[in-house]
């Protein structure tokens, strides 16, 4: 069975709401025509559980139960049935949704996988987003990631707004920056994963992420609620493509931030990601950029780590917050910067160099304050951009 928790605001009779959605998101009602076959439509009908005031927001929970039957096997249908038409009926914000273990895709790889490519085991895994994000060449690419490869970066990343686009199609930007993961394994051994932007029409997107890994790339990132969490599901389950997929928030705050409707961040960016195969979940952290939920973030957390994906906390992440993200995460996370590494003040490969520094730095139990540090990458990176 699957477990939905609404959250309707004061004013609204959830119970009656609630009842509403079980029985007009299922099988809905039906006459004497249909008495011959009550039993079977029967099986097909939701149920109210609970439905709770809290006493803080006056705001109530009404738990909702389906029948598992009554969807496909992935998040589409399951979007469709828990609030598809009655996410236009009114104020009602999903909260929690809670799936059996079977449900969905596993990620092919996560947490265990990409560790066991990156041959890196002990240690939270280090990330860097390409930019400026658009008008670089490939040959540009490939000279940044040059850069930051040798100073001893994980993972890079396409900006997810970076498309197939003719300053430097992605074929181009993969068979320049395959160029440089091949040197930087020949000459050090050591694995650079470099998620590849996959785009374009449904039709064509997935034959593109063939192309893309019979060309030699080793990680896709996908923009999953541009594109739909079908095509994530689609990418997790084609064979041929065995590799990790990075999946980017873009769009969540239109399904998730308004306090009364949508859905909880929690939810799309935790519960569903990881029932339909991504490998590593980019998602905002509260001490980051954006305004964010540390609750939410939380359960985002839990919910990857349950299923063995990867969370990635992302937007704003620089150097001074590596005390606080391991304390929160603890090794299995993967820290994703942008400016953070790119715009350091000595360059792309002493912001590299500052999260390692700040890595040692927590190990050791030592001071991240100023007057501590010896000049250096580290020293530097908190100079410009502070703690937390």
Same mark, same amino acid.
């Given at each position: 069975?699957?477990?939905?928790?609404?959250?309707?605001?004061?004013?609204?009779?959830?119970?009656?709401?609630?009842?509403?959605?079980?029985?007009?998101?299922?099988?809905?009602?039906?006459?004497?025509?249909?008495?011959?076959?009550?039993?079977?439509?029967?099986?097909?009908?939701?149920?109210?559980?609970?439905?709770?005031?809290?006493?803080?927001?006056?705001?109530?929970?009404?738990?909702?139960?389906?029948?598992?039957?009554?969807?496909?096997?992935?998040?589409?249908?399951?979007?469709?049935?828990?609030?598809?038409?009655?996410?236009?009926?009114?104020?009602?914000?999903?909260?929690?949704?809670?799936?059996?273990?079977?449900?969905?895709?596993?990620?092919?790889?996560?947490?265990?996988?990409?560790?066991?490519?990156?041959?890196?085991?002990?240690?939270?895994?280090?990330?860097?987003?390409?930019?400026? /994000? *658009?008008?670089?060449? &490939?040959?540009?690419?490939?000279? =940044?990631?040059?850069?930051? %490869?040798? @100073? #001893?970066?994980?993972?890079?990343?396409?900006?997810?707004?970076?498309?197939?686009?003719?300053?430097?199609?992605?074929?181009?930007?993969?068979?320049?920056?395959?160029?440089?993961?091949?040197?930087?394994?020949?000459?050090?051994?050591?694995?650079?994963?470099?998620?590849?932007?996959?785009?374009?029409?449904?039709?064509?997107?997935?034959?593109?992420?063939?192309?893309?890994?019979?060309?030699?790339?080793?990680?896709?990132?996908?923009?999953?609620?541009?594109?739909?969490?079908?095509?994530?599901? /689609? *990418?997790?389950?084609? &064979?041929?493509?065995?590799?990790? =997929?990075?999946?980017?928030? %873009?769009? @969540? #705050?239109?399904?998730?931030?308004?306090?009364?409707?949508?859905?909880?961040?929690?939810?799309?960016?935790?519960?569903?990601?990881?029932?339909?195969?991504?490998?590593?979940?980019?998602?905002?952290?509260?001490?980051?950029?954006?305004?964010?939920?540390?609750?939410?973030?939380?359960?985002?957390?839990?919910?990857?780590?349950?299923?063995?994906?990867?969370?990635?906390?992302?937007?704003?992440?620089?150097?001074?917050?590596?005390?606080?993200?391991?304390?929160?995460?603890?090794?299995?996370?993967?820290?994703?910067?942008?400016?953070?590494?790119?715009?350091?003040?000595?360059?792309?490969?002493?912001?590299?160099?500052?999260?390692?520094?700040?890595?040692?730095?927590?190990?050791?139990?030592?001071?991240?304050?100023?007057?501590?540090?010896?000049?250096?990458?580290?020293?530097?990176?908190?100079?410009?951009?502070?703690?937390?």
């Amino acid at each position: 069975m699957i477990e939905v928790d609404y959250r309707f605001p004061l004013g609204v009779d959830a119970e009656k709401q609630a009842k509403v959605i079980a029985v007009g998101q299922t099988a809905g009602t039906w006459d004497a025509r249909f008495a011959h076959r009550e039993a079977a439509l029967s099986k097909h009908l939701g149920q109210v559980i609970t439905v709770k005031r809290e006493n803080i927001t006056g705001c109530s929970i009404a738990t909702v139960r389906f029948p598992e039957g009554n969807v496909e096997n992935d998040i589409s249908s399951l979007l469709t049935m828990i609030f598809g038409k009655y996410s236009m009926a009114g104020a009602a914000k999903v909260v929690a949704v809670r799936l059996s273990n079977n449900y969905g895709l596993s990620p092919k790889l996560g947490i265990s996988g990409i560790r066991q490519r990156l041959g890196v085991f002990n240690r939270p895994l280090i990330m860097a987003i390409f930019k400026p /994000a *658009l008008g670089l060449s &490939a040959e540009d690419h490939a000279a =940044i990631l040059k850069e930051v %490869a040798y @100073a #001893g970066l994980d993972i890079i990343k396409d900006d997810e707004i970076l498309g197939d686009l003719d300053v430097a199609p992605t074929l181009e930007r993969l068979k320049a920056c395959r160029q440089v993961i091949d040197e930087i394994k020949q000459k050090t051994g050591r694995t650079i994963l470099y998620a590849v932007n996959v785009t374009g029409s449904a039709d064509k997107l997935l034959e593109k992420a063939r192309l893309l890994v019979r060309e030699g790339a080793n990680a896709l990132l996908l923009n999953v609620l541009s594109y739909g969490f079908s095509v994530l599901q /689609a *990418l997790a389950a084609d &064979a041929d493509i065995n590799v990790p =997929i990075f999946t980017h928030p %873009a769009l @969540a #705050g239109a399904l998730c931030a308004a306090p009364d409707h949508g859905i909880s961040y929690s939810v799309i960016l935790g519960t569903f990601m990881a029932h339909a195969g991504a490998d590593a979940v980019l998602y905002p952290a509260h001490y980051g950029s954006l305004p964010f939920d540390a609750s939410e973030e939380a359960k985002i957390k839990h919910s990857l780590r349950d299923r063995n994906v990867f969370p990635v906390p992302s937007a704003g992440i620089h150097p001074g917050i590596v005390p606080q993200a391991i304390a929160d995460y603890g090794k299995d996370v993967i820290l994703n910067a942008g400016t953070g590494i790119m715009d350091h003040p000595d360059g792309a490969a002493s912001g590299v160099k500052a999260f390692f520094q700040a890595l040692e730095k927590v190990e050791q139990q030592e001071s991240f304050e100023l007057e501590h540090l010896n000049d250096g990458a580290l020293k530097r990176a908190l100079e410009k951009w502070g703690k937390k």
